[in-house]
């Protein structure tokens, strides 16, 4: 009933730039808020940042001033833009959606997640 699809990621050097984007479909009434988060190998997944559908935006203390997240609301799409990367920043980063959705003539309310994708920083 709900996808999200993510596009972007793959190899960044450090000092480079990156772009994520993800996009929601299906029968939405309301996206309350998106965000990204990543888990590198033998870590816990962590919140990279977020954005409520008023705008209102959350980043995790280590991206803070090198990473920015927007949304279009028009497109149900939210994007990670990625300055300054690390080699720490290396994870699979995964789309996050608070949002409710229409089945039959009622809404829920439920959280969904993308397929993830690769973001590797290295020279």
């Known amino acids: 009933q709900v996808q999200l699809v993510e596009s972007g990621g793959g190899l960044g050097q450090p000092g480079g730039s990156l772009r994520l984007s993800c996009a929601a479909s299906?029968?939405?009434?309301?996206?309350?808020?998106m965000g990204w988060y990543r888990q590198a190998p033998g870590k816990q997944r962590e919140l990279v940042a977020s954005?409520?559908?008023?705008?209102?935006?959350n980043y995790a203390d280590s991206v803070k001033g090198r990473f920015t997240i927007s949304r279009d609301n028009a497109k149900n799409t939210v994007y990670l833009q990625m300055n300054s990367l690390k080699p720490e920043d290396t994870a699979v980063y995964s789309c996050n959606a608070d949002l409710a959705y229409f089945t039959g003539s009622v809404s829920l309310r439920s959280t969904y997640w993308g397929q993830g994708t690769q973001v590797t920083v290295s020279s």
């Open positions: 299906g029968r939405l009434f309301t996206i309350y808020a």
């Open positions: 954005i409520t559908n008023g705008g209102t935006t």
